[in-house]
């Protein structure tokens, strides 16, 4: 799985990487209100590369059009200040044939500041109402993405059963230079796991298929030599 690497992932770089032979590729992250918006422009005039599109709405559905081209499945990664945000983005992900992945993974301070990104995991409410909503009423399958070590992964799994397919848990460990894969025991088999953390080759693929049902990468996207070897290899 290609993973969200915001600023890069549009809709023609997944399906070039979808071509590869990749199962899932993900659009994003995008802001999908205004509050998520505005704080996007202000990581923008800080010097990230992050997505900045004032209709996401047609953004979505023509960057997800694109992205099908190849024959890997297509999530869009969004954050929003408010839960109607998430559902409005939702329903146009689900109408352009895509996977809503909720992201509870950004920890810069402009998204967490208004509850966004991996605020969601210390506001279980929340999270459950905009995951639960989307699930009830669009029936779309539904990913959360978050990073091991920052709140229980037990307590994260149980809050979203029911409610969420796919569980995507970066193995990071903050201080170290090693991913902590001990994280990805505390998920419960009868959830989807898909690992994230160092993916650079086929042993750091393997390495996380022990524990997952899924690896994801980003930072060596660019690689397109590599991401064969990888594809081949696994």
Known sequence: MLA??????????CRDLGALGLGMVTIGGLSVDDVAKSQTKKMIERG?????????????????????????????????ATVGGYLDAAAVIAEAGGIVEIDAHCRQDEMTSIGAGQALLYDFSKLQEILWQIKNELGVTTVLKFRGNIVPELAIANAVEGCCDVLHVDAMLKGKDAPDFSVFREIPDDLFLIGNNSVRDTASAQAILEYCDAFSFARIADDHDAVREIVSGV
């Open 4 to 13: 969200a690497y915001a600023g890069r992932n549009d809709g023609a770089y």
């Open 48 to 80: 990230r590369s992050e997505f900045f599109v004032h209709n996401h709405e047609d953004y979505i559905r023509e960057q997800v059009a694109i992205a099908r081209e190849s024959e890997a499945l297509v999530a869009v990664n969004i954050r929003s």
